[in-house]
């Protein structure tokens, strides 16, 4: 056998592995970067409520797989809940640990707000729902 067919088999068989290392390392890259394309594009899945109600009142929302937040409207009469999951709520506004109105089947979708306001006239008070 002669030496210099020695080295060729090895080359080939260490130029196969190369080529194999290199295709297994831009598989790699490949893959991480769709990854991190896929994250930039991520968008947001929560919702608001927001709206007007007497000063100081308490606004809670239920929603419609059992949980529910509460927050109180601002000296200006102004309120937002943020942070909340699509789906269908109910909103009241309580008044010294009473609900003296409601506004029922407020939908929320992603990345979207649902403003529900509340007047009150003397003791009656009124919700609204408007996009």
């Known amino acids: 056998?002669?030496?210099?067919?020695?080295?060729?088999?090895f080359g080939r068989r260490h130029q196969n592995r190369h080529y194999a290392i290199r295709l297994m390392a831009a598989i790699a890259v490949s893959a991480f970067g769709a990854i991190a394309i896929?994250?930039?594009y991520?968008?947001?899945?929560?919702?608001?409520?927001?709206?007007?109600?007497?000063?100081?009142?308490?606004?809670?929302?239920?929603?419609?797989?059992?949980?529910?937040?509460?927050?109180?409207?601002?000296?200006?009469?102004?309120?937002?809940l943020t942070s909340l999951l699509p789906g269908t709520y109910v909103v009241s506004l309580e008044r010294n640990g009473q609900t003296v109105a409601k506004v029922q089947g407020v939908p929320l979708f992603?990345?979207?707000?649902?403003?529900?306001?509340?007047?009150?006239?003397n003791d009656q008070c009124t919700g609204t729902f408007g996009r």
Do not use: E, L
């Open 1 to 9: 056998m002669k030496t210099s067919q020695k080295p060729t088999a």
């Open 38 to 40: 896929h994250s930039a």
């Open 42 to 80: 991520a968008q947001s899945t929560s919702s608001s409520i927001f709206g007007r109600a007497p000063a100081d009142s308490t606004i809670t929302v239920h929603s419609d797989n059992g949980g529910a937040r509460h927050g109180t409207a601002n000296s200006k009469g102004r309120y937002t």
């Open 110 to 121: 992603a990345s979207r707000s649902s403003q529900v306001d509340f007047v009150c006239d």
